[in-house]
């Protein structure tokens, strides 16, 4: 085919392109916490039926990452892909995986123009992705959507760009700056529309992540118990240099049924490893910190390695403070309550005064919302 762009169906406006990409990131947002290691992209093939456009194909990523969201939504258009444009949130890839090229089957199936949102920043693609679409004749525009597309993508871009997952820490504070009894002991701070909101991002997230103390203090489960989400638990994490985690714990008791990383140390004792292997727990080992407790960066690198890309803190305030005092926290999402807790409760950042978690330095709001008595400030690092 010669690199002369195909012509174009119907009428095609920004404010159509706009809808039509809104329509794919939404569809791409399904599979989040679903696709990794690959990004959860969303694709949709529009068609002018009578000079009216109609969705002809849409599609996010299969969960584990294959196939790919293109191919999906280009073989639900069958013969009415050709001609058409199709909208989709990353670059397709140009390369041989366990998959053959996306932008193959974009060619193949005859579409006759692509909007795609951002180029896919990683090395193997990174341009040529489009450069192939236009050699062949078709028309490409990039950059519509491109900025919730960033937002959809961060994990995806962090691992091929830092070779580390995006962090979310999220925490629940009280009225008076505060996380827990004393004890510690789990205190209910938010209530059930602001509980729904962080169920919804554990099931976008492939992974959290908590320090044992939370462990030992909540016995938590560390599940999405969203309606409806309920299939959707990421990966629990767990940092615990000694492997102290007590194998009666929820966590250990539930390894089998939801996967369970715990990370610790080097050195630790070999035979606790193997009784948490015993119980279908995954033991990881990263190098100790300055303090002793696992290094932050070598275990994000770690957990790259192995595929995830966006990682959520959940607790506790100990564990909070040290990613963000690391430097390695690329989003805070805060759920403000009405509830005191008193002034012998637990302060939601250990050691350190609550602005360092709600007016980071170099972070910029992206968005804020009440969900009922409560309040939600999210943040992104600049």
């Known amino acids: 085919m010669s690199g002369r762009p195909m012509p174009l169906r119907g009428v095609v406006s920004p404010r159509e392109d706009e809808l039509f990409m809104a329509e794919a990131l939404r569809v791409g947002k399904t599979g989040l916490g679903r696709t990794w290691p690959n990004p959860s992209v969303g694709a949709v093939v529009v068609q002018h039926v009578d000079g009216v456009p109609r969705i002809v ?3 996010a ?13 280009l073989a639900q258009a069958g013969a009415l892909a050709k001609g058409a444009t ?3 949130t990353l670059e397709p890839c ?3 995986g366990r998959t053959p090229p996306c932008a193959d089957a974009v060619i193949a199936s005859g579409v006759s123009r692509v909007v795609a949102a951002i180029e896919d920043p990683d090395h193997r693609v990174k341009g040529r992705g489009v450069a192939r679409l236009r050699a062949a004749g078709i028309w490409v525009t990039v950059g519509v959507g491109a900025e ?19 962090v979310l820490v999220k925490m629940a504070v009280s009225a008076d700056g505060k996380a827990a009894h004393p004890g510690p002991k789990p205190a209910e701070v938010t209530g059930s529309e602001a509980r729904a909101r962080a169920h919804l991002m554990r099931a976008h997230a492939d992974a959290i992540l908590v320090g044992l103390g939370t462990v030992l203090a909540d016995d938590p489960m ?3 118990r969203l309606e409806g989400y309920e299939d959707r638990s990421p990966v629990r994490l767990v940092l615990d240099s000694e492997l102290d985690i007590p194998l009666s714990s929820a966590l250990v008791r539930t390894a089998c049924d939801v996967p369970l990383w715990i990370i610790a140390a080097e050195d630790a004792p070999a035979d606790r490893a193997a009784l948490l292997n015993e119980k279908g727990v995954e033991v990881l080992r990263a190098p100790r910190a300055v303090d002793g407790r696992p290094n932050l960066a070598a275990v994000l690198k770690l957990l790259a390695l192995l595929g995830l890309t966006r990682v959520m803190v959940e607790g506790g305030p100990h564990t909070a403070a040290a990613f963000l005092e690391a430097g390695l926290v690329d989003e805070v999402a805060v759920f ?11 302060d939601a950042l250990a050691g350190r005064p609550l602005d360092r978690l709600t007016a980071p330095v170099g ?5 804020r919302a009440e969900l009922g008595a409560d309040h939600l400030v999210r943040l992104w690092r600049r």
Do not use: K, M, N, W
Not at 61 to 73: F, I, K, V
Not at 336 to 346: E, T
């Open 61 to 73: 990523t299969a969960p584990t990452g294959r196939p790919h969201a293109e191919p999906l939504a």
């Open 57 to 59: 194909g849409s599609a």
């Open 222 to 224: 560390l599940t999405c």
């Open 94 to 96: 140009s390369h041989h």
């Open 148 to 166: 919730p597309a960033l937002f959809d993508h961060a994990g995806h871009i962090r691992r091929v760009t830092q070779g580390r997952p995006h």
């Open 86 to 88: 199709l909208y989709v």
């Open 363 to 367: 972070f910029a709001e992206v968005e």
């Open 336 to 346: 403000r309550s009405p509830v005191i807790l008193g002034p012998d409760a637990y």
